[in-house]
């Protein structure tokens, strides 16, 4: 099984970036107001603090995971991601966001073939909780839709990206 050391600093920064990059080409193929950003945002959280606790986690995940809870991980995984994305415009955010997961999954497939499966399902179970987060379309006090076509085409963007 891959771990850090299997990686380049570029490439476990690329990792570290991937779960937020899941979230985030989904977020922003249909914007939803504050406060579905705010409950876009947890689904991505509650799914890195899920995969910490649960016994079955693939061992790069928890890696992952584990990394990101330390102060360096969090600093090189924000920081990575607003390089990425500085001065981008939300169709252009989605774009550079399914574009880092298709580098996410060349890297699994050259460095952790046997967890390429597992970390990509998780990404793509990432971009599915955050679709299903917040309703778009409606008013303050409900309506629209669970998954919005937007989201449901990113969707599809995202799992061809990962190959998936």
């Known amino acids: 099984m891959a771990d850090k050391t299997s990686f380049t600093k570029d490439e476990w920064a690329l990792l570290l970036r ?22 876009e945002s947890f689904a991505g959280g509650a799914a890195l603090a899920e995969a910490a606790t649960n016994a079955n986690t693939n061992p790069l995940i928890k890696a992952i995971v584990s990394d990101f809870q330390t102060s360096d ?32 999954s060349t890297v699994l497939a050259t460095k952790a073939p046997a967890d390429a499966a597992a970390f990509k399902d998780w990404l793509r179970q990432i971009s599915q909780k955050t679709a299903e987060a917040a309703s778009e379309g409606g008013g303050l006090f409900g309506g629209g839709v669970r998954v919005s076509e937007a989201e449901k085409a990113t969707l599809g963007e995202i799992s061809n990206a990962l190959g998936i």
Request: proline letters at 6%.
């Open 73 to 104: 991980g969090r600093t090189v995984a924000h920081d990575g991601l607003k390089s990425e994305l500085a001065n981008s415009k939300p169709g252009e955010m989605k774009t550079k966001a399914i574009d880092s997961l298709r580098q996410v």
């Open 18 to 39: 991937s779960p937020m990059n899941a979230g985030m080409a989904i977020t922003a193929a249909e914007p939803s107001g504050l406060f579905g950003l705010l409950k």
